[in-house]
């Protein structure tokens, strides 16, 4: 009887095997890393469709008044630290985001896309509210809206956006200024140099930053602004 002959690999035959290995973790590897962004980009989608709903109820609830993103807007200096911001006002229709002075970890309010360790307070919400038209604020040409029934194009007019930078003080909110990209804005490009904009009429979008800083100038010139 004759032994059968074992099977045995070369040494270069294992370096080729190791080197195919490696190629393929390679190819794989930023494809999985595209696919968990593009399913933190859909979360934060569903995020902000939550938000809102929101906004909305408490527009219906208030007969059609819009929450300012900070009570200074109606002269009230008596709130806490002087004044709210909107996720204050608005705490009774964000309660399974905001748990007295405190966003919710894994809350609506907090983007999949930007984690944080550390509870946040109220100021630091990670969506934020358009200060101009929507907000109450004015500037330039723009209009105050008090009500609902100002917003005139609600599918065009940009109501919350991914904002929160981190060394802001003022970061529960975000305005658009002019071109350049200005951090004062708070606006946070995270979705692979997109940021996720919900519109009036509550659908959500992905938008650059030649979107948000339109190369002719102030953001009330262009056809979401605040006419």
């Not at 933190?40 to 208030?62: E, F, G, T």
């Not at 405190?102 to 907090?110: A, R």
């Not at 509870?119 to 509210?129: A, I, L």
Request: proline share 7%; net charge positive; glycine share 10%.
């Amino acid at each position: 009887m004759h032994r059968a002959k074992k099977c045995r690999f070369t040494l270069i035959e294992l370096l080729m095997v190791v080197a195919i290995i490696i190629l393929l973790i390679s190819i794989l590897l930023p494809a999985l890393s595209k696919t968990r962004e593009v399913a933190k980009r859909i979360a934060c989608v569903s995020n902000q469709r939550q938000l809102s709903l929101a906004w909305n109820n408490y527009c219906i609830d208030y007969g059609g008044r819009l929450p300012a993103y900070d009570t200074t807007i109606w002269g009230d200096l008596g709130g806490e630290g002087n004044h709210w911001p909107w996720p204050i006002t608005m705490r009774d229709h964000l309660s399974k985001a905001v748990s007295g002075t405190t966003i919710k970890k894994n809350s609506f309010l907090m983007c999949p896309s930007f984690p944080v360790n550390q509870n946040q307070n109220y100021w630091n919400p990670e969506y934020g509210m358009n200060v101009y038209g929507i907000g109450g604020g004015t500037a330039v040409d723009s209009k105050q809206y008090t009500k609902v029934s100002n917003i005139k194009s609600p599918s065009e007019q940009g109501a919350f956006t991914d904002s929160y930078i981190p060394w802001s003080s003022n970061a529960g909110y975000y305005g658009i200024w002019p071109q350049g990209g200005n951090a004062g804005s708070m606006i946070n490009f995270r979705h692979s140099t997109k940021t996720n904009v919900l519109f009036c009429d509550g659908h959500v979008e992905p938008k650059d930053r030649l979107w948000v800083y339109p190369p002719w100038g102030w953001w009330n010139k262009v056809p979401w602004g605040s006419p």
